[in-house]
């Protein structure tokens, strides 16, 4: 990339204002996106080359369940940065999470991987060094100032404003900075669209930790605020600004939103990051929506409904419950036409490895706690009770079915502010793919669509 700046003759002054906005993009870009910027070229003619070589071959029919069943398994979107298998879960640029955390460097030896190592790996698809894993730690440092007139927002809200509500509203304060949206009116060429795009991604990552952790001292800790700690990495620093100092939530932190980040591009917040961008929405339009879409009782909100459920269950059978009063508590959610929630997926068919690494971590740190033993049990009942309704197509637990019972071990126990965690974390998976969407000129989505009507008549034609 820096070749085409290279090439370009003109005198600085005679520049084009786009043109020289992209100078200084390139300039303050740090390492990851240098490193980024040699890597776009190359993909660009993959892209291309698989346009050519294969844009006619068919990955498969669409049945009419498929059409009118949520679209499931239809292949239809490009996710360069992770991809998930049935059975084997997540892999993130090809490294399952269990290689993740071998190869990620940590805070600490053995620890769990620093977020912003699987930055690196999902932006760039190399596994990073510590220094460029500080180098973007430092970044986000630099970045990381918000506005005042986001904090007086999010001050006009009533405290009872769900905390999902508040992280979208913030979100969409933090837009008017967006530095894709003011190139863009100024006529910026469409090549060169990654660059502001991640720009603002990068700061949007930044500020979003202390306008998220505003929230949580705003709604429950009677608005005292906790100013970041220079020192500490960005989970921890997340954590710190939250007002938790154990170290060893600050590791839980690390593996939690490293965890939480991506999940390839079809769930419902990363796709409609992707879509919302498409239309070359800024990334803080495309983020705020897929927020909105985290913010369900299907999707990212199942974190906080678990610890309410099993809460619930803890209230109503007690803590030493018996397996039969815990498969009848099961029934009877059944029954009231509730989903057991933390339970079922639309991809996976097994236990979710997500699920899986944060048992071990309980197994680690908090082996006797009541509730760790309380899921444990729960893994025992609810699949064969799912399994026998014999609609369930995974009865498996997903990530949302342990993460409540970590986060309250160490004394968050407010479960509304949990899928805010998941948003924090989620926010660095698919801005790392819309920075990807706009560096390979992906263009607008636009599925086709169709009505009853068509599909009885086309089917009756094809039965003939
Ligand atoms: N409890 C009760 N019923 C469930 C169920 C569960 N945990 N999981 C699936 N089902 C039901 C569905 O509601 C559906 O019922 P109907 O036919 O009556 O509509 C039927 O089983 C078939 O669903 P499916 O094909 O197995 O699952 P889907 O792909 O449609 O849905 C999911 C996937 C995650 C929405 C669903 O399993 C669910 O609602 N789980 C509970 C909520 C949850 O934990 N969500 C978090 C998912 C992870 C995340 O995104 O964070």
């Known amino acids: 990339m820096m070749q085409v700046f290279q090439r370009v003759l003109l005198k600085r002054t005679e520049r084009p204002q786009c043109i020289r906005q992209s100078a200084r993009w390139m300039s303050k870009g740090g390492d990851m996106k240098s490193k980024l910027a040699e890597l776009i070229p190359k993909e660009q003619e993959r892209l291309k080359k698989i346009k050519k070589d294969y844009g006619k071959i068919s990955l498969g029919d669409t049945t009419v369940d498929m059409c009118i069943g949520g679209m499931r398994g239809i292949k239809g979107m490009l996710w360069e940065c992770s991809l998930l298998d049935a059975d084997e879960g997540i892999r993130f640029r090809g490294l399952s999470i269990p290689e993740c955390q071998k190869k990620l460097p940590g805070a600490i030896s053995g620890g769990e991987p620093l977020p912003e190592g699987l930055l690196w790996l999902l932006v760039t698809g190399e596994v990073p060094t510590k220094e460029q894993v500080a180098g973007v730690t430092k970044d986000f440092q630099k970045r990381s100032k918000v506005p005042g007139f986001v904090f007086d927002v999010l001050n006009k809200f009533p405290t009872s404003a769900h905390p999902m509500t508040q992280l979208t509203a913030g979100i969409m304060a933090l837009q008017t900075q967006s530095e894709f949206a003011k190139a863009y009116e100024a006529g910026?060429?469409?090549?060169?669209?990654?660059?502001?795009?991640?720009?603002?991604?990068?700061?949007?990552?930044?500020?979003?930790?202390?306008?998220?952790?505003?929230?949580?001292?705003?709604?429950?800790?009677?608005?005292?605020?906790?100013?970041?700690?220079?020192?500490?990495?960005?989970?921890?620093?997340?954590?710190?600004?939250?007002?938790?100092?154990?170290?060893?939530?600050?590791?839980?932190?690390?593996?939690?939103?490293?965890?939480?980040?991506?999940h390839e591009g079809g769930n419902v917040s990363a796709h409609t990051v992707h879509l919302v961008g498409s239309a070359l929405s800024d990334p803080y339009l495309s983020v705020a929506a897929g927020m909105n879409g985290l913010a369900g009782p299907l999707h990212g909100l199942a974190n906080q409904e678990v610890l309410r459920w099993i809460q619930g269950v803890v209230k109503e059978v007690g803590a030493d419950a018996s397996t039969e009063q815990l498969k009848e508590f099961v029934w009877k959610t059944l029954k009231s036409g509730k989903v057991v929630p933390g339970y079922g997926h639309a991809v996976l068919r097994k236990t979710d490895p997500r699920y899986q690494c944060q048992r071990e971590f309980a197994l680690k740190h908090l082996p006797n706690d009541p509730l760790f033993k309380m899921v444990s049990k729960i893994y025992e009942v609810v699949p064969p009770i799912l399994l026998e309704t014999g609609k369930v197509k995974n009865p498996w637990p997903n990530v949302d079915a342990h993460s409540g019972v970590l986060l309250q071990y160490y004394g968050m126990k407010e479960e509304n502010y949990y899928t805010v965690l998941f948003g924090v974390s989620r926010t660095m998976g698919v801005l790392a793919q819309l920075i990807w969407d706009r560096a390979l000129g992906l263009p607008i989505e636009r599925p086709k669509s169709l009505t009853f009507g068509w599909i009885e008549n086309y089917c009756k034609k094809k039965a003939k």
């Open 188 to 262: 910026l060429h469409k090549s060169k669209y990654w660059q502001p795009v991640y720009e603002d991604s990068m700061n949007l990552m930044a500020q979003l930790p202390e306008v998220a952790a505003f929230i949580y001292r705003r709604v429950y800790k009677g608005g005292k605020t906790i100013p970041p700690d220079p020192k500490l990495d960005y989970a921890a620093n997340y954590a710190h600004m939250m007002g938790y100092t154990d170290k060893k939530f600050h590791e839980l932190m690390r593996l939690y939103i490293t965890i939480h980040s991506d």
